[in-house]
């Protein structure tokens, strides 16, 4: 027997309209906020992720899915959406006739980790970016957004931790203080801080190693290099996040190890899958479209893992179900013809039908009806088609009723939008 992938899963019914209804509700939200959905191939050439992402990042160098076509180009399934996001806003020059635009997309994204509990390879995000302002309402508006839609996703034990990366012009003097902070402690660093140390240093201080946590407790803050106007936005952010009631922390520790990340950088921290994680992040990344290829722009997003926050929302799974409104329970050949056409004509009217076509038994019949947690049963045999009536039962209440057989669908329509 062929089985899965090591790493990837299947999401069956039962899971699914779960799923569904997290994207119906997220796609309602950003909408209502403003966003056009944007759907990105699924594989990209790699040299968009090894310029975005970062050649010296583990990703790029352990956990992509790379492979060359039949022609030797390198090519890579996406192991995140911002890159693919950029790249369409500059290759259709979205840019020209109005900067500001607002995406959101929902997908698979792939990378070889370790698999565990809540982590696949091939795994489920939810996106949005924004491109064209600069302003720190935005980033605080981002943020609001999310914790809106955790809200609204019944997800309680969430909290937004939020840092200012700076910009170009004060962050070389916190990478230098950082560096020489390192140094003096290099000997209690893991093998990645120490081979990171000359080219990406500011990674040392989200390391999730216990021994370098320890030996990073005291590292200098990014918060205390800031230039002016990145310590005017950054108060601005917290002071809007404040009036919105939206519960944070300021964390030193939070970063993006890339020079064209700046400024607000945040994540969404829950305690609901055990040991506190982050169920969302994202951040500004004013540089990235440029280094792409595109002209200056300020842009900042977010990322969801769809995966983990279908494991803590709050929404009841039984309520979200699928049933038939009828199954109809047809006895005999004619009554199953008659079935049959009964089905297709409920179906197209939004009425969600189900038939036996097996031929089996009333009892079996009603087994199968209440398998399945049908509202209705439409018995229909022999007698019923002799009097010219068939018997709709509620399943829940057992009380029945006689439908005219003539004229079936509409009568069946006209009870159900009296309901």
Not at 126 to 146: H, K, R, T, W
């Amino acid at each position: 027997m062929i089985q899965l992938i090591r790493g990837f899963k299947d999401i069956l019914p039962g899971e699914v309209e779960l799923w569904q209804e997290i994207e119906s509700i997220a796609r309602s939200l950003f909408e209502d906020f403003g966003f056009k959905e944007i759907r990105i191939p699924i594989m990209e050439r790699t040299e968009l992720f090894a310029r975005s992402i970062g050649e010296n990042t583990d990703i790029v160098e352990k956990e992509m899915y790379t492979f060359p076509d039949r022609k030797g180009e390198l090519l890579t399934l996406r192991p995140e959406a911002t890159a693919s996001v950029v790249r369409s806003y500059i290759q259709h020059k979205m840019y020209a006739d109005n900067p500001v635009r607002k995406f959101y997309t929902i997908g698979p994204m792939f990378r070889r980790e370790r698999p565990q509990k809540g982590r696949y390879r091939q795994f489920y995000q939810i996106n949005a970016e924004v491109f064209g302002v600069a302003s720190p309402y935005i980033d605080a508006q981002l943020i609001f957004m999310l914790a809106t839609l955790f809200e609204r996703l019944a997800v309680t034990d969430v909290k937004a931790h939020i840092n200012s990366l700076g910009c170009p012009q004060c962050r070389p003097g916190f990478k230098a203080a950082l560096l020489e902070y390192m140094t003096d402690r290099m000997d209690r660093l893991c093998s990645d801080c120490k081979r990171r140390s000359d080219t990406n240093p500011l990674r040392a201080l989200d390391c999730k190693v216990p021994t370098c946590r320890e030996a990073m407790s005291d590292a200098p803050s990014l918060l205390d290099h800031l230039c002016a106007d990145c310590k005017a936005h950054f108060e601005t952010v917290k002071g809007s996040l404040e009036k919105l009631h939206v519960p944070f922390e300021v964390d030193k520790r939070l970063v993006r190890g890339l020079d064209y990340y700046s400024r607000t950088t945040f994540e969404i921290l829950t305690g609901s899958l055990g040991a506190q994680s982050a169920v969302a992040g994202g951040g500004r990344y004013d540089g990235l479209v440029r280094m792409l290829g595109g002209p200056e722009t300020s842009a900042i997003g977010f990322a969801i893992g769809f995966d983990r926050l279908a494991e803590i929302v709050g929404l009841n799974r039984a309520d979200l179900e699928k049933k038939p409104d009828i199954f109809i329970a047809a006895l005999g050949e004619a009554a199953q013809e008659l079935a049959f056409d009964w089905n297709c004509a409920l179906d197209i009217a939004g009425i969600q039908t189900e038939t036996d076509m097996a031929g089996r038994s009333l009892k079996s019949q009603m087994k199968q009806a209440n398998r399945m947690n049908a509202k209705y049963v439409l018995i229909v045999g022999e007698n019923e088609m002799a009097t010219g009536e068939a018997v709709l039962r509620n399943m829940a209440t057992k009380e029945q009723v006689a439908v005219p057989i003539a004229g079936l669908v509409e009568g069946i329509k006209g009870i159900f939008s009296a309901m």
